[in-house]
């Protein structure tokens, strides 16, 4: 650790990596051959689309679809694919296929970016994650493909198959249908919905579960368990929540027929764990039903994984010690296991920090920008849980607002935590096992 240096700690490098990945993405959409129109974007809405693809978010100022190039349409899907793993483990693969071996340094890197608890077997995992996602990103690929030759023909099929399978299964939700359409083309389609729901959740459910799941293991850790329960539950009762409240709404699910009703409120269930692709008018739901989009995004995925949020771990950590408290009782339990005490300070923290993430960043767009509080709310969010919905006022957002927003973007990627204990002094390692007296406050 020491060869790593005060200013060259894992979190640090991940953070200035991420942040320097996503300069070069900007000033590469600044050029013209970024746009169709051959003047390429202004520096400030470049800088924002690139940390939206970085940050795998989806939040867009320009419709991608109509006004980037090719070239500039492969610039963003390489910015969300290498965002999504981590530039780390791209620079493992580099190094692998160079004959390079892999530091203590580097291994390093690689425990903060898959959020590891120690280096030992690290460069396998990595080599596991990049097989993983290459494969699902391929055979989402194949059945897009095979689902839309017929409509654009083999070739532009193959582009959107590739691209959007990309797109979907590191949770960025960018899209090339044109004119902010995202998949609402598709809403009745179960081919496509389907297949980009998979994806997502794929993508959302973290790498370490997903090698569990495909190793057909008969016991899974207590992590994997938790994981696939909690995301189970949300999806489940978010679809049914969505069904029940937009059922007569003749702005989203009232015209649809009942199966594209099930299928379209699952999908709109999924989408908020991080991804940012719709099939019905958000913009058209009732305040209540957004202000439950707004929960579900802010939770988000899962640790380890291509999506944002507080993530499911974290959820469930508070509310467990919630209960507890109400019970009296010291000990947080879950499946018959003790969560240790920092674990469940880690959650707090970290859902404690994002609550004034979004609190201050609320505020200063409900100043700057000329929308009501909960289209603002949903927003802010939105970006924070690194999910890609909008309500629509993405595009008309002004200067001050887009810098927010890439701000939140860029938080809720890399961790308010980690960017915490970058931003934050080390203190002398001994001055934090000094136990001073306790005594107690009134609380409540």
């Known amino acids: 650790m020491n060869a790593l240096g005060k200013f060259m700690s894992p979190s640090r490098v991940l953070v200035f990596g991420f942040a320097l990945l996503i300069l070069f993405g900007a000033l590469l959409l600044t050029l013209p051959q970024a746009t169709q129109d051959g003047l390429g974007l202004p520096f400030l809405n470049a800088a924002f689309t690139a940390t939206s693809a970085v940050c795998v978010t989806g939040l867009v100022v320009v419709d991608t679809g109509t006004t980037f190039s090719i070239f500039g349409q492969w610039i963003i899907l390489f910015l969300i694919q290498v965002g999504g793993l981590g530039f780390m483990t791209f620079a493992t693969l580099f190094a692998m296929i160079l004959g390079k071996r892999i530091t203590l340094k580097e291994r390093l890197l690689l425990q903060e970016a898959l959020n590891q608890f120690s280096v030992e077997g690290i460069v396998r995992l990595t080599k596991s994650v990049l097989q993983i996602s290459f494969a699902i990103e391929a055979i989402g690929a194949v059945i897009l493909t095979l689902r839309w030759h017929s409509d654009y023909g083999w070739s532009k099929a193959l582009y959107y198959g590739v691209f959007h399978s990309i797109s979907a299964f590191n949770n960025a939700g960018i899209d090339l249908f044109g004119n902010f359409s995202s998949l609402t083309a598709f809403v009745g389609d179960p081919i496509v919905n389907i297949t980009i729901m998979l994806l997502i959740i794929c993508g959302g459910l973290g790498f370490i579960v997903l090698a569990e799941i495909l190793q057909h293991r008969k016991k899974f850790r207590l992590h994997t368990k938790i994981v696939l329960q909690v995301s189970g539950a949300l999806i489940l009762l978010g679809a049914v929540f969505i069904f029940i409240m937009e059922y007569s709404n003749p702005m989203t699910l009232g015209p649809l027929p009942l199966g594209t009703k099930v299928l379209a409120a699952f999908f709109q269930s999924v989408s908020p764990r991080t991804a940012g692709f719709n099939t019905i008018n958000l913009a058209g739901m009732y305040d209540t039903t957004l202000l439950s989009v707004i929960v579900l995004m802010f939770i988000g995925a899962s640790p380890g ?9 974290t959820f469930i950590s508070i509310v467990l010690s919630v209960l507890s408290t109400y019970r009296s009782d010291p000990h947080v339990v879950l499946e018959g296991r003790t969560l240790p005490r920092d674990v469940i300070q880690k959650a707090w923290a970290i859902t404690t920090t994002a609550v004034i993430l979004v609190f201050v960043i609320l505020s200063i767009l409900s ?13 802010v969010t ?17 200067s001050v607002g887009k810098v927010a927003i890439i701000l939140t973007m860029f938080i809720g990627r890399v961790g308010p935590l980690t960017l915490a204990f970058v931003l934050s002094q080390k203190k002398n390692q001994q001055a934090g096992h000094v136990k001073y007296p306790d005594e107690r406050i ?3």
Not at 367 to 379: H, P
Not at 382 to 398: M, R
């Open 305 to 313: 994984g291509t999506g944002g949020g507080i993530k499911t771990t």
């Open 367 to 379: 100043y700057t920008e000329n929308s009501d509080l909960l289209t603002v709310l949903f927003e």
């Open 382 to 398: 939105s970006a924070f849980g690194t999910v890609g919905l909008s309500l629509g006022i993405t595009p008309t957002l002004s």
């Open 442 to 444: 009134l609380i409540g």
